[in-house]
């Protein structure tokens, strides 16, 4: 009840739907106030209902918009689904190169026991100068004292040990050579 | 009990052999010599050298190498070899210089400090020589390794 003795709108409306014979039905029974109200409020409710209104018919150019939206969307959702897709192609590009390593560790370690150590492809030469400077198809010091010699005269020497530098360590390269013990048999 | 005390010698007899048979045997003496390698050029500079010496790795070692002190040719560092050939048989020994002083004739171009064992007296022997002058050409010469006397 409201403080002039008639209930408050939401007491009257309940006891309108539950058509229960309440205080506050008898008291609606009694109050032209009230009746008042209410029927202003069934005039309102009425007036706000919604109407049955027929399923829209779409046309072609709705279609048309409507897919030209889909695909709008589409493309705006396509952005974070592509970012995962590329992760999944790099985390399976990874994975395949990984296992192909494996495999072919595992294929040369086969093979060591039947042909050898599977030779590896050699680094390119540091240079393609021979070493033989006297052309006595040997490496042996005086080969290494002709190029000392080409290095004190010209300034220049072939890059024999890959240092990218051209010095006396390339002469020391060559007389190393020159005095090498194989390990084991062989000539030298 | 005279069988039981002949019984306990011969046992004791035999783990005496035993025991000797098992001690390894002791290194027999060593004998340190000092050799020079020497080469004969004539009358020609010797601007590069090289020799191959060739020993009995079992009862020889090649303990010390260093310069015979020839003119011209630098004195701080051992002439060119590979460690390798300290202990394995056989050694290539060289050096060159570009100095203007060359040596010529008995030349003294190394020397060697060998370790002999098991009364061993063979010195190494030269198995090749290569000798060339100041313009890289080769030229026959001999080589020969002493025991230097003190």
Redesign the interface.
């Known amino acids: 009840m409201t403080n002039d003795d008639h209930p408050d709108i939401d007491e009257l409306m309940h006891c309108l739907d539950r058509e229960d014979a309440g205080e506050a039905a008898a008291h609606l029974r009694t109050c032209a106030h009230c009746q008042e109200t209410v029927a202003t409020m069934r005039a309102l409710t009425e007036a706000l209902a919604p109407a049955d209104m027929p399923a829209p018919a779409w046309t072609a150019d709705e279609d048309a918009a409507m897919a030209s939206f889909i695909a709008d969307r589409a493309a705006e959702l396509r952005p974070p689904r592509r970012g995962i897709l590329r992760f999944r192609r790099v985390a399976m590009a990874a994975a395949a190169a990984l296992v192909v390593g494996i495999g072919l560790a595992a294929w040369r370690a086969q093979l060591e026991p039947y042909f050898g150590p599977v030779p590896s492809i050699p680094p390119p030469a540091p240079t393609t100068v021979s070493l033989d400077?006297?052309g006595?198809r040997g490496i042996?010091?005086?080969d290494?004292?002709?190029y000392?010699?080409q290095l004190?005269d010209t300034g220049t020497i072939g890059d024999f040990n890959g240092d990218g530098k051209h010095d006396e360590r390339d002469v020391d390269t060559v007389?190393?050579m020159?005095?090498?013990?194989p390990?084991s048999g062989g000539d030298? | 009990m005279r069988k039981y005390r002949n019984m306990l010698a011969i046992m004791l007899l035999l783990f005496a052999v035993s025991v000797h048979a098992d001690e390894p045997k002791l290194a027999t003496a060593s004998r340190f010599v000092t050799c020079v390698l020497v080469i004969e050029t004539g009358d020609k500079p010797l601007a590069a050298w090289q020799v191959e010496l060739r020993y009995d790795a079992a009862t020889t070692a090649i303990v010390g190498l260093e310069r015979g002190g020839a003119t011209g040719y630098k004195t701080d560092t051992a002439p060119r070899y590979d460690a390798r050939g300290l202990t394995a048989g056989r050694i290539k020994i060289a050096d060159f210089s570009l100095a203007d002083d060359l040596p010529a004739g008995s030349v003294r171009v190394a020397v060697l400090h060998l370790e002999l064992r098991d009364g061993a007296t063979t010195l190494p022997t030269v198995h090749t020589i290569i000798a060339a002058t100041t313009d890289g050409a080769k030229f026959t010469a001999t080589a020969t390794l002493k025991e230097e006397t003190r």
């Open positions: 400077m006297d006595d042996d010091i005086v290494a004292y002709l000392a010699r004190k007389a190393q020159a005095v090498h013990v390990r030298y």
